[in-house]
C-alpha cells in the first residue's frame, strides 16, 4: 500500500516563507511526477507545482517566483518551498503523485495526500 504524508503547513504572516513536504511511503519502484495542488476556501482546486521524475517543473502564474518544487527521487519526496506567502495562498495543500509503481508491480494512476492548511494572515 502506498500513502502519501504530508507535513509543514501552518499560520503564516504575509512575507514569510514555509516548506512543505510529502513524502511516499511504501514498496515503490517508480512515481512519474509528484506536485501540490491546493483549495482556498470557496474556491475550486488548483493546480500550485508539478515536477517529473525528470526534473522537469511546472508552475501557476500566480506561485511563479514566489514558490519553488523540488524532489528527491530516492526518498520519494517532493517539497515546496513557499517564499514571500500572501493571504490569497490560504488553503488546504494537497500532495499528488502520478503514475506510481510499486515493487511487487501494482500501479496507482494517480493518489492523494490528506491535505495540509496554510493560513497566511497578519
Known amino acids: 500500500q502506498v500513502e502519501l504524508v504530508e507535513s509543514g503547513g501552518g499560520l503564516a504572516q504575509p512575507g514569510d516563507s514555509l516548506r512543505l513536504s510529502c513524502v511516499a511511503s511504501g514498496s515503490i519502484s517508480s512515481i512519474n511526477a509528484m506536485g501540490w495542488y491546493r483549495h482556498p476556501p470557496g474556491k475550486a482546486r488548483e493546480m500550485v507545482a508539478k515536477?517529473?521524475?525528470?526534473?522537469?517543473?511546472v508552475y501557476s502564474d500566480s506561485v511563479t517566483g514566489r514558490f519553488t518544487i523540488s524532489g528527491d527521487n530516492d526518498k520519494n519526496t517532493v517539497y515546496l518551498q513557499l517564499n514571500n506567502v500572501k493571504p490569497e495562498d490560504t488553503a488546504v495543500y494537497y500532495c499528488n503523485a502520478v503514475r506510481v509503481v510499486t515493487m511487487d508491480g501494482n500501479s496507482y494512476p494517480e493518489l492523494w495526500g490528506q491535505g495540509t492548511q496554510i493560513t497566511v494572515s497578519s
Open positions: 515536477i517529473t521524475s525528470g526534473g522537469s517543473t
